[in-house]
């Protein structure tokens, strides 16, 4: 799996939105981008993945840049509940599906009232 | 919205003793882990389980360590003689069988603690 560079700690005024960057310069083109979340040592949460185009769910957007050796995590109006270990880990999925999910250390988001 | 779901929450043991951590996946999916997080680490594999089989484990799971599947529902980690060393959070995840993507549900956790 491609390394990622993540900042070590963020900080978001509540309401506004967190903009998570992530750079994955060594990206291979059938590797994709997924970010999951842990709140205070719970189980991480799956947020969003994609491939190459942007992504948008309930919870998040994902912008992939064209190169694909970047991308972003937008939470639209972080809450204090967003506060949360944020980890971007790039994954190369074989068909049968069954992976490891590599941790690292991720971006520490402290979302300020 | 099913989840993963872990029991107990809480696990405290003497070293030395054998533990049962156990993990209800989601129910339509295939494919089971386990994960640890030593307090202040980072989350680290130990094994994956499809089809009644290890399908990879990591160096983390020794000869102490056990998978098993004994029903249609629950998905167990065996520590046969715990180690000071094994106080963690141990996560259970599961997918279901994807064609090109795979994401893996997490559970809650079970904080063992070994004295």
């Known amino acids: 799996d491609a390394k990622t560079t993540q900042p070590t700690s963020m900080d978001c005024a509540e309401g506004r939105a967190a903009n998570l960057p992530c750079n994955h310069s060594t990206i291979s083109g059938n590797e994709y981008v997924y970010w999951y979340r842990q709140i205070h040592s719970q189980g991480p949460q799956y947020i969003i993945h994609?491939?190459?185009n942007n992504e948008t769910n309930e919870m998040a957007s994902l912008i992939i840049t064209e190169d694909r050796k970047s991308s972003t995590l937008i939470l639209p109006h972080a809450t204090l509940r967003d506060t949360a270990v944020y980890y971007c880990?790039?994954?190369?999925?074989?068909?049968?599906?069954?992976?490891?999910?590599?941790f690292g250390t991720g971006t520490k988001l402290q979302v300020i009232p | 919205e099913p989840e993963v779901t872990q029991t107990p929450s809480h696990q405290v043991t003497q070293m030395g003793q054998e533990v049962i951590l156990r993990c209800v996946p989601i129910?339509?999916?295939?494919?089971f882990y386990w994960y640890r997080q030593i307090l202040g680490q980072k989350v680290e594999f130990l094994v994956s389980f499809y089809n009644n089989e290890i399908s990879e484990k990591s160096e983390i799971f020794d000869d102490q360590f056990s998978v098993e599947r004994p029903d249609g529902s629950n998905f167990t980690l065996k520590i046969r003689s715990t180690k000071l060393e094994d106080s963690a959070m141990y996560f259970c995840a599961s997918s279901r069988q994807g064609y090109g993507t795979d994401t893996q549900y997490f559970g809650p956790g079970t904080r063992l603690t070994v004295l």
């Open positions: 880990i790039v994954r190369f999925l074989l068909s049968g599906g069954y992976q490891k999910v590599t």
């Open positions: 129910s339509n999916h295939l494919y």
């Open positions: 994609g491939l190459k």
